[in-house]
């Protein structure tokens, strides 16, 4: 059982303005020791301004905010030195090659060269890039390119890490490497804070997360609590001619706890997706297609959010 004292990241009121803007606009966030903890959010929702905070690279405008015990205002170097970053764009050294990464990287935490360099082996045998080493960074893919970067932010044997759309761009495979080394880190009893824009990722990853809007926390808790709480178990994407859409709508009535229509489809929430598909065809419609599914965070998102595109 999870208690304060397992806290290693504590928010009460959390605010950041940029003049008059207010990105975060006072969230309590309490995040404990060797869980994975999500933010969700569209583009300007406050997620990444909040992980600048934590993460000590960005000052709070107000509220309260401890690292491991620490106050940023005054610890930041201290809080800092205990904490591995995996930006959302890969700063490496194109130049160096990839155990020349991890070794100069090392140096930068005062890690003797001879320490670093062992420890740089490990890490690289971590992320399956051992047969990399001699290798030009430039020469590396995308997800080779992923990996260092999170076995870079980890040769300070950090106790949390903290990424920012770890697996952005990655082919499947590449992702789910990923994942696997995160759940690793997990089981070793480090504390992973990320974001992402994959729902299926923080499903996957997530012990608990937040969904932000406009610089609020508008939903908390574990996945699949989220999904309980805000949408029903199943969901029926159906596809007919649109001008059914609407008598559909009230053929249904209260046999589903929502409808909502898209350009190509008209979606049913329900908890027995299989038995209105069934009425749906009994009462005459003929589906172009049809798919009952379960019910997903992305579903949770989207409802809290919405869908416009926010750039």
Not at 62 to 89: N, T, W
Not at 133 to 157: H, Q
Not at 236 to 242: D, K, S
Request: proline share 4%; net charge negative; charged share 30%.
């Amino acid at each position: 059982m999870q208690t304060a004292d397992d806290a290693v990241v504590v928010a009460r009121g959390l605010v950041k303005r940029f003049g008059d803007f207010v990105a975060v606009d006072g969230i309590d966030v309490e995040i404990h020791r060797g869980e994975v903890f999500g933010f969700l959010g569209p583009n300007g929702a406050g997620k990444t301004s909040t992980m600048r905070m934590i993460a000590c690279m960005s000052p709070k405008s107000e509220g309260y905010l401890r690292v491991r015990g620490l106050d940023p205002e005054h610890d930041g170097s201290l809080i800092r030195a205990g904490l591995g970053v995996v930006p959302q764009e890969d700063a490496l050294d194109g130049e160096l090659t990839v155990l020349e990464n991890l070794v100069v990287y090392g140096r930068y935490f005062d890690i003797p060269k001879k320490d670093a360099r062992l420890r740089a082996e490990q890490l690289l045998e971590f992320a399956q890039l051992s047969d990399r080493a001699k290798t030009k960074v430039e020469e590396l893919s995308g997800g080779m390119k992923r990996r260092l970067t999170l076995a870079r932010a980890l040769i300070s044997s950090p106790e949390i890490v903290i990424l920012d759309e770890p697996t952005t761009g990655l082919d499947p495979q590449a992702r789910h490497l990923v994942w696997e080394r995160l759940y690793r880190l997990k089981r070793d009893g480090v504390t992973l804070i990320l974001t992402t824009h994959y729902m299926d990722e923080a499903e996957q990853l997530c012990d608990r997360l937040v969904v932000m809007d406009h610089g609020s926390i508008v939903a908390n808790g574990p996945p699949r609590s989220l999904i309980e709480e805000h949408v029903s178990k199943e969901v029926v994407e159906i596809r007919l001619p649109e001008e059914n859409y609407e008598q559909l709508t009230l053929d249904l009535g209260d046999r589903v706890e929502r409808t909502e229509m898209l350009a190509d489809r008209f979606c049913c929430y329900t908890d027995e997706g299989e038995s209105l598909l069934s009425y749906v065809k009994s009462l005459g419609y003929a589906p172009i297609s049809e798919l009952v599914r379960r019910a997903s965070l992305e579903d949770v998102f989207l409802l809290l959010t919405g869908r416009s595109l926010v750039e």
